[in-house]
């Protein structure tokens, strides 16, 4: 993979604080090509904007009739007194609020359809991330980013459609009926105030961008911290650490306390600020209406429709220090998660990719050359024949690279010399699908999600029936042990299935392999956290699952690979030694040194 050169770093900075990056991602959620539906809503809902505001600037000009209608400045027609005036003011309000609740009532399916879009968008990015950037990761971190950037989505489009461009609007609509109204000053006085207003909330709120950043990055630490520490809940309690992560939880809080009370405090400034210039500006127009009263060029009501203008301008002013601040913000959390969106996987299908043909399951290593890191190779010209139905075991001392050959031939990462194949196919020119649907995988630590046997087993076949399910059971050797729990299938197994003890969990794993029904199967280290009468147990299941297969086993217990057809001895990445279990006794070399080993370390 490429690295970074300080060019492309500054870039990528820049990109990630670049709010136009994300509006750009999220505008065609608003004008979808292939929805016309989402189209039709959104022109319905900016319909209803426009007459909701309409109606919200012409209020104030019946208002200010109904209370001529009262002074001694007019006298009360008979056909449209100051009855009908009140009246015809409480309906152009209500359909000023009415329009505007149709408006949101129209775009929610969108916002909702777009959050929802994104969501998924996002959860299937990440099951197509390397094993590399998953070893990497930090739940806790992810989960927040992910919760907030998701979140933000219905929040940026709805306020990018309904708040910047219908408040420029009403604005300039306000502002005209002043000025034709009465004169210039008053149109200057609005226009300094709303200058001044944006320039202050938008100076400060671009601090408070940061401090909320800041603020946002601790609270992700924190929550790191905090699933962390409850995932590894056993370790906790085996080092008596209770306290220690408490602190380092508190520890965590604290900086997270410090950031939102700078955010807090920058808020308080800002809406001070926000007041003192909307008042100082509502004074002085004011003021100016209060000397037209007074000379006679206005009426009490122009005094009163003034006013009314002047709050229903404040209203939107101080809604869009809101809704900028909002935006900022939602522009900062969606930026994050485009920024996972824009992690590319490290494996991928190449174009034109075909799905993998089995005839056999005859899998090929050819002078195979991998490092996880480009300065430290694990594997150095291996070459491997396992034929279709054969059973070949893999041994040697901790990273000689027996798991990586597991994870290569899975395809979590891309040979970086040589070619690794399935009945003649390299596995870089097949479907990743059709490469995982061929081969079945029981690992040492068989993790299990939070659900019930039965959906645990049935992971292995999407849409398996229940008698499906139960001959893989029985064929695991597992069946009489669920039946005769009380809820039998339906046992709920707990977080990573810690209900169940090391060889129920490897029983239950064998069993959705089972019904997965491979003809490629890998068992990697299957047994060797087992103690010796469960692995004795799950070995008749394991040889079960084997029958009709092509079988690789990486193994570290030599006793549960005595019956393979081949052992192959892995050393500093290249094969030291291979052969059947007696003709490498007979060689005398790193596998009988090891067997002998082993054997010694049971009989004490």
Do not use: C
Not at 144 to 170: C, T, Y
Not at 255 to 265: G, H, I
Not at 279 to 285: Q, Y
């Amino acid at each position: 993979m490429r690295r970074l050169t300080p060019t492309d770093a500054a870039l990528s900075k820049e990109q990630r604080v670049s709010g136009w990056r994300v509006i750009r991602r999220v505008a065609p959620y608003l004008w979808p090509d292939d929805k016309l539906w989402v189209k039709q809503r959104v022109v319905i809902a900016l319909a209803m904007l426009l007459i909701a505001k309409i109606v919200a600037v012409g209020t104030p000009l019946i208002y200010a009739r109904a209370v001529d209608a009262l002074s001694d400045a007019g006298a009360p027609d008979l056909a449209v007194g100051a009855v009908g005036l009140t009246v015809a003011y409480g309906v152009a309000r209500l359909m000023s609020n009415g329009f505007q609740q149709l408006r949101d009532a129209v775009f929610a399916k969108v916002g909702q359809g777009a959050l929802r879009a994104l969501a998924l968008q996002t959860f299937e990015h990440i099951h197509r991330l390397s094993m590399r950037y998953h070893i990497g990761r930090k739940t806790g971190g992810l989960s927040r980013i992910i919760e907030r950037g998701v979140k933000g989505v219905d929040f940026l489009l709805r306020f990018l459609l309904f708040s910047i461009g219908p408040l420029v609007l009403e604005l300039l609509m306000i502002a005209g009926i002043l000025f034709y109204l009465f004169d210039v000053w008053y149109l200057a006085a609005v226009f300094v105030t709303i200058a001044f207003y944006v320039w202050f909330t938008f100076a400060v709120t671009e601090w408070r961008v940061k401090l909320r950043k800041q603020m946002n990055d601790q609270d992700t630490d924190a929550n790191q911290k905090a699933i962390d520490s409850l995932l590894n809940f056993e370790t906790v309690k085996y080092f008596g650490a209770e306290a220690r992560e408490a602190r380092r939880y508190d520890s965590a809080m604290a900086l997270y306390q410090e950031a939102a009370l700078k955010t807090s405090y920058s808020l308080a400034f800002l809406n001070f600020g926000q007041s003192f210039l909307i008042t100082t500006g509502l004074v002085v127009v004011m003021v100016l209406a209060a000397m037209g009263v007074q000379n006679g060029s206005m009426s009490v009501g122009d005094f009163v429709m003034v006013n009314a203008y002047m709050i229903q301008i404040t209203m939107p002013l101080n809604f869009l220090g809101t809704v900028y601040r909002e935006i900022r913000q939602a522009l900062v959390d969606m930026g994050e998660m485009f920024d996972l969106l824009e992690q590319p996987p490290e494996v991928s299908n190449k174009d034109g990719a075909k799905d993998l043909n089995i005839t056999g399951g005859h899998v090929s290593l050819k002078d195979v050359h991998f490092g996880y890191d480009t300065t430290r190779p694990i594997l150095k010209g291996v070459d491997l024949d396992v034929p279709a139905g054969q059973n070949i075991a893999i041994v040697g001392p901790s990273g000689s690279g027996k798991s990586t050959i597991g994870r290569l031939l899975f395809r979590f990462y891309d040979v970086t010399g040589g070619s690794l194949q399935i009945d003649g196919q390299d596995v870089r020119d097949i479907t990743q699908t059709s490469l995982h649907d061929a081969i079945g995988v029981v690992p040492q630590d068989t993790v299990l999600f939070n659900d019930t046997i039965r959906y645990n087993i049935a992971y292995g076949k999407d849409g398996a029936s229940h008698s499906e399910i139960e001959d893989a059971a029985r064929a695991a050797q597992i069946h009489d042990f669920i039946m005769a729990l009380p809820d039998g299938y339906e046992t709920t197994v707990g977080e990573r299935g810690l209900k169940l003890s090391g060889g129920e969990k490897q029983r239950v794993g064998i069993a959705r392999t089972l019904l997965k029904n491979p003809p490629i199967l890998l068992l990697d280290e299957a047994t060797s956290a087992l103690d010796s009468g469960t692995e004795h147990e799950i070995q008749d299941a394991l040889a079960k699952a084997a029958e009709g297969r092509t079988v690789i086993t990486i193994a570290h217990r030599l006793s549960t690979i005595a019956d393979a057809d081949r052992i192959v001895v892995l050393a500093d990445g290249q094969i030291a030694e291979q052969g059947s279990h007696a003709e490498l006794l007979e060689m005398s070399g790193r596998y009988a040194g090891l067997w002998h080993r082993q054997q010694s370390e049971e009989a004490a």
